[in-house]
């Protein structure tokens, strides 16, 4: 390869003329990674389950020159979410983010628990996957690429430390974190599966990332979460939109089965 015929730099993170589909758009994480993927020149749908919500976002990006649309159902309703899949002629980036509100131990048994969080944030996902199947094929006809990325989370991967959320009430109970393992495995399978037809399949595993009126609220929980960090702090929500860019765009053409972890070197300990 020359000089002259290599990708230009700047291109390979431009998300021009590609449709994402972004579940839990509305959400801390979710809206970071809606402005990242639009200003990188993407057309973002924004899903949720509150309409008003994510049009409020769509409208601020709008305003400011992006690109966005909304489309409103909740991802573990199978009918409407493959009714949607099913209307669309193309799709080049598939984002799994959305994951049910998670009630506290007090207010749901441990198997309702486990059951709601696993079919929003595992089942909902694969079927999102297989329902998008033919517009992600389009994409790669017409493209080359398609990429679907899962939202994972640092407890798919190790235990939270429950001393660092004290009496703050944030502590992840078992269900989140055994949800959030399944979809990395369920990341790693379809990566298999899918790559042979040019879909590629990674996932992102943030760490702490408080919502910014934490600090003020609980600013012990922030002050032990940023000590687990050798970066010394926790995470700021846009922080996660570059990777997703990375993800979602031509700069990681040849990555699939990989789950990139934003945790600020929480689990390099």
């Not at 909304?70 to 598939?94: C, E, I, Q, Y």
């Not at 994972?152 to 393992?181: C, E, I, Q």
């Not at 765009?249 to 990139?260: E, R």
Request: net charge negative; aromatic share 8%.
């Amino acid at each position: 390869m020359t000089l002259a015929t290599f990708p230009d730099h700047d291109r390979r993170f431009r998300l021009d003329g590609r449709t994402i589909f972004l579940s839990g758009a509305a959400g801390h994480l979710g809206r970071a990674m809606a402005i990242g993927l639009a200003q990188a020149g993407g057309h973002v749908i924004l899903n949720g389950r509150t309409e008003a919500t994510l049009q409020a976002l769509a409208d601020e990006l709008i305003a400011a020159g992006l690109s966005a649309s909304v489309v409103a159902f909740d991802v573990m309703d199978r009918p409407a979410a493959n009714a949607f899949f099913a209307g669309l002629d193309r799709l080049d980036v598939l984002i799994n983010n959305a994951i049910s509100g998670l009630p506290r131990k007090d207010d749901a048994s441990p198997d309702r628990l486990f059951e709601v969080t696993f079919a929003s944030g595992v089942t909902a996902a694969h079927g999102n996957i297989r329902a998008a199947m033919p517009a992600l094929e389009a994409a790669v006809a017409d493209a080359g690429d398609a990429s679907v990325i899962n939202v994972a989370s640092l407890y798919g991967r190790v235990s939270p430390r429950f001393s660092v959320y004290g009496d703050s009430g944030f502590t992840s109970g078992p269900h989140y974190g055994a949800t959030k393992g399944g979809l990395l495995q369920l990341t790693r399978y379809l990566a298999c599966e899918l790559g042979p037809k040019g879909v590629r399949v990674n996932s992102l595993s943030p760490g702490i990332f408080p919502w910014d009126d934490v600090a003020a609220q609980h600013p012990g929980f922030v002050e032990r979460a940023s000590a687990q960090s050798p970066l010394g702090r926790t995470g700021r929500a846009d922080e996660l939109a570059g990777a997703a860019v990375f993800l979602a765009a031509p700069a990681s053409t040849y990555m699939t089965g990989a789950d990139l972890l934003i945790d600020g070197g929480w689990a390099a300990w």
